[in-house]
């Protein structure tokens, strides 16, 4: 079990902060103002999770952040990755995916004559371009540094009927 973790002593221009952002209109502001006020009345995290039906964790994550940050705790922060991972392909793999892409997914094994981005991330692999199975978005990632947007294939039905255009448009209208 985690030592119980409190928010600090707060001076009276923090305390009338937070009860000001506890009324906000943005939610996070006011979950985060809530879970401070309700830690300065020692209330412990996990009480104050149990309130809000959230983990403990947030709340003593709010707690940390306000600690460490002061009233900078109550705005959100950004949602991007604090760690971007390198590509999984170098420029090279990406030029031998875009080849792949002009042979049929059939001579690699696959029963599918169409092209999809798992059967692309498995063709790769097979042919060495990348060191382990990577994942749809990463080939959908190689595929835009080539300057092509993916879309899925469509299967088109036709008929050896040679009157199958002028049926198929007195049905569909």
């Known amino acids: ?3 119980p973790i409190f928010v600090r002593a707060l001076s009276a221009e923090e ?7 506890s009324r906000s209109s943005d939610l996070f502001t006011v979950r ?19 309130d809000w039906g959230c983990t403990s964790q947030t709340v003593r994550n709010a707690i940390r952040d306000f600690n460490n940050d002061g009233l900078a705790a109550l ?6 990755p604090k760690h971007l991972r390198p590509s999984s392909f170098d420029q090279q793999g990406i030029e031998a995916l875009g080849q792949l892409l002009h042979r049929s997914p059939r001579e690699f094994g696959f ?13 790769a692999y097979k042919q060495g371009l990348t060191a ?13 540094k080539l300057g092509l947007k993916w879309r899925k294939a469509r299967a088109h039905i036709t008929s050896p009927d040679a009157h199958y255009l002028r049926k ?5 209208g």
């Open 111 to 123: 029963a599918n004559s169409n092209w999809s981005l798992p059967r692309l991330a498995a063709a």
């Open 32 to 50: 985060r103002a809530q879970f401070l006020l309700q830690s300065h009345a020692r209330r412990s995290a996990a009480q104050i999770a149990a």
């Open 75 to 80: 705005r959100p922060g950004s949602r991007r």
């Open 15 to 21: 305390l009338a902060a937070l009860r000001t952002a």
């Open 168 to 172: 198929k448009s007195a049905v569909t």
């Open 132 to 144: 382990q199975l990577v994942s749809r978005e990463s080939v959908r990632q190689a595929l835009l």
């Open 1 to 3: 079990m985690p030592n």
